[in-house]
T-cell receptor, first 112, second 113 residues
Framework: GENVEQHPSTLSVQEGDSAVIKCTYS??????FPWYKQELGKRPQLIID?????GEKKDQRIAVTLNKTAKHFSLHITETQPEDSAVYFC???????????FGKGTRLSVIA | DAGVIQSPRHEVTEMGQEVTLRCKLI?????LFWYRQTMMRGLELLIY????????DSGMPEDRFSAKMPNASFSTLKIQPSEPRDSAVYFC???????????FGNGTRLTVT
């Protein structure tokens, strides 16, 4: 089955700097790659997603890139702010009766 | 739409007791997922349903765990008997299909003493 590896497990950045979180997946048939943000004590919430027919997607300060050949995708947050501090999860899935498989998460701390 | 609704938000129980967690899906969603989250193991998929039918329950840790979907909008996760190692946050999530955005409920924090 699908296996999603996420790195790093923790990341600290200065406010205003960029943050990059990387994920790799094992199943070349996977075609949907969402990213979730989970603030302390709250539920994971979708922040951006990408499908395999595009290589990059951007939404304000957040962007996701996908390299299907290498089977990896990344989350980029620019101009980080303290409210970006949270745990971020990547995930992957494919069409058919297969659910999302999540990475282990990255705890991002933005230091003011 | 109020989103995915879980109850209770917190549950504290003694070892050996039965625990029932409840989930109401977003209207129109066809897929329902139960996840368990702990610091050590992250987000683990326990079971998921598609159109009320259980598709994969391989993540259910033991026979003590069972899940049902009596109708298209509601699901329960039952643990009987509960054990301290079951302590975790249990999330229910729904989506239009397996390969579409997942919407999580607020979770149930279960503590078994």
């Amino acid at each position: 089955g699908e296996n999603v590896e996420q790195h790093p497990s923790t990341l600290s950045v200065q406010e205003g700097d960029s943050a990059v979180i990387k994920c790799t997946y094992s199943d070349s048939a996977s075609n949907y790659f969402p990213w979730y943000k989970q603030e302390l004590g709250k539920r994971p919430q979708l922040i951006i997603d990408i499908r395999s027919n595009v290589g990059e997607k951007k939404d304000q300060r957040i962007a996701v890139t996908l390299n299907k050949t290498a089977k990896h995708f990344s989350l980029h947050i620019t101009e980080t702010q303290p409210e970006d501090s949270a745990v971020y999860f990547c995930a992957a899935s494919k069409a058919g009766n297969t659910p999302l498989v999540f990475g282990k998460g990255t705890r991002l701390s933005v230091i003011a | 739409d109020a989103g995915v609704i879980q109850s209770p938000r917190h549950e504290v129980t003694e070892m050996g007791q039965e625990v029932t967690l409840r989930c109401k899906l977003i209207s129109g969603h066809n897929s329902l997922f139960w996840y368990r989250q702990t610091m050590m193991r992250g987000l683990e998929l326990l079971i998921y349903f598609n159109n009320n039918v259980p598709i994969d329950d391989s993540g259910m840790p033991e026979d003590r765990f069972s899940a049902k979907m009596p109708n298209a909008s509601f699901s329960t996760l039952k643990i009987q008997p509960s054990e301290p190692r079951d302590s975790a946050v249990y999330f229910c999530a729904s989506s239009f299909s397996e390969n579409s955005p997942l919407h999580f409920g607020n979770g149930t924090r279960l503590t078994v003493t």
